[in-house]
């Protein structure tokens, strides 16, 4: 497994929808495997392909599936579920919807509350080529909601338009807000 380089905001390729994988081949499974290895690095809970230079519609997450803040302060990411979905599609949305702090590997140095539906259903095939269906609600939604949007060339910032609700982080620490889901302290 490789850590592979995050390609950042400023990079065209983000902006590009990523094209559909025909066929789960070899190639596809080391890429899961590097994007894995990749997110982890960057204490990510989400990573798409296009995140790290391959356009195409695959996504892993790895985050808590219910009570993520106990599960993140008393467990820690060990208990997390790890999620790899190629050419992953909102099947069902929720009405209900939920503001929430995100971060990005893309964006570092930023987070915002961005809303998103509070409970989905995404599909797609796992990394060995199967149909998957994954019903996620809170944290876990969110997550595969910003990273479908990656795979459509939207990312985060592009969600909030009120410059009040965006704030700067140290650089690293995106992600760890969005797990604790927590304005950070001291805004700037």
């Not at 983000?14 to 960057?42: F, H, N, Y």
């Not at 790895?62 to 993140?72: G, I, L, S, T």
């Not at 990656?150 to 760890?176: M, S, Y």
Request: glycine share 8%; hydrophobic share 35%.
């Amino acid at each position: 497994m490789t850590v592979r380089p995050i390609v950042v905001y400023d990079d065209p390729l983000l902006r590009e929808k990523s094209r559909r994988v025909q066929r789960v081949r070899p190639a596809v499974r080391r890429l899961i495997d590097d994007m894995v290895e990749t997110m982890r690095a960057g204490n990510g809970i989400g990573l798409t392909a296009i995140q790290v230079g391959v356009p195409e519609r695959v996504i892993v997450v790895e985050a808590p599936e219910e009570n993520e803040k106990d599960a993140e302060e008393s467990e820690g990411r060990e208990s997390w579920q790890l999620y790899a979905v190629i050419n992953p599609k909102l099947a069902r949305k929720s009405r209900e919807m939920e503001d929430g702090i995100e971060g990005c590997l893309s964006v570092p140095g930023l987070v915002g509350e961005v809303t998103r539906h509070y409970a989905i259903t995404v599909e797609g095939l796992n990394g060995q080529g199967q149909d998957v269906r994954i019903r996620a609600k809170g944290l876990l939604a969110r997550v595969f909601q910003h990273e479908i949007d990656h795979c459509d060339g939207v990312l985060f910032i592009d969600h909030i338009d009120d410059p009040e609700k965006i704030w700067p982080v140290a650089e690293g620490e995106e992600e760890a807000a969005e797990a604790a889901q927590e304005i950070p302290k001291n805004p700037s």
